[in-house]
T-cell receptor, first 116, second 112 residues
Framework: NAGVMQNPRHLVRRRGQEARLRCSPM?????VYWYRQLPEEGLKFMVY????????ESGMPKERFSAEFPKEGPSILRIQQVVRGDSAAYFC??????????????FGEGSRLTVL | GDSVTQMEGPVTLSEEAFLTINCTYT??????LFWYVQYPGEGLQLLLK?????DKGSNKGFEATYRKETTSFHLEKGSVQVSDSAVYFC???????????FGSGTQLTVLP
């Protein structure tokens, strides 16, 4: 019974490069959330997606960041032209439609991005 | 906006000691409250939750009571084990928001 799968677990990029983080939700889950955890801080909401739709992107930076959840395949968080301040742990979570409003999310192990 | 304030860590206890991790919140409306736990090398897992005032969430010997009058949701366990060593996050959802608002996390280390 696979949980939420994120890859890569660790990613190193130089300033100006692109970072792509992938997330496969738990089987049967059609809702995906991305959170970012900066050093010494809690998790901050970024975006909430359902298949082929962005439902809430109120936590996404206005520039360089984008997310998608296509009909087939994993959800992808894309960061263009990375800067050192993007270094963080990025967590993906999923939920089933029935638990969306209860706050019960299932998290992946996170992808740790380091920008040199 | 909504916010969660957690007791700063790290917290180090001996096995079988009593644990309290404080959590207070600010939210509009009537939030649901959660404790998530992150074991080393793993993702966050829901530990317990409470959806209305005076509810008590409990799981694996941990308990937390939703106190509306003090806007608190403190996590307690009567006798911790080495295997409880982890980072504990207090969180809430409120109103029509689907996303969780998290506290900064509290690192707990239990020594044998």
């Amino acid at each position: 019974n696979a949980g939420v799968m994120q890859n890569p677990r660790h990613l190193v990029r130089r300033r100006g490069q692109e970072a792509r983080l992938r997330c496969s939700p738990m089987k049967g889950h059609s809702h995906v959330y991305w959170y970012r955890q900066l050093p010494e801080e809690g998790l901050k909401f970024m975006v909430y997606l359902q298949k082929e739709n962005i439902i809430d992107e109120s936590g996404m930076p206005k520039e360089r960041f984008s997310a998608e959840f296509p009909k087939e395949g994993p959800s992808i968080l894309r960061i263009q032209q990375v800067v050192r301040g993007d270094s963080a742990a990025y967590f993906c979570a999923s939920s089933s439609p029935g638990s969306t409003n209860t706050g019960e999310l299932f998290f992946g192990e996170g992808s740790r991005l380091t920008v040199l | 906006g909504d916010s969660v304030t957690q007791m700063e860590g790290p917290v180090t206890l001996s096995e079988e000691a009593f644990l309290t991790i404080n959590c207070t919140y600010t939210a509009t409306g009537y939030p649901s409250l959660f404790w998530y736990v992150q074991y080393p090398g793993e993702g966050l897992q829901l530990l317990l939750k409470a959806t209305k005032a005076d509810d008590k969430g409990s799981n694996k010997g941990f308990e937390a009571t939703y106190r509306k009058e003090t806007t608190s949701f403190h996590l307690e366990k009567g006798s911790v084990q080495v295997s409880d060593s982890a980072v504990y996050f207090c969180a809430l959802t409120s109103g029509s928001a689907r996303q969780l608002t998290f506290g900064s996390g509290t690192q707990l280390t239990v020594l044998p």
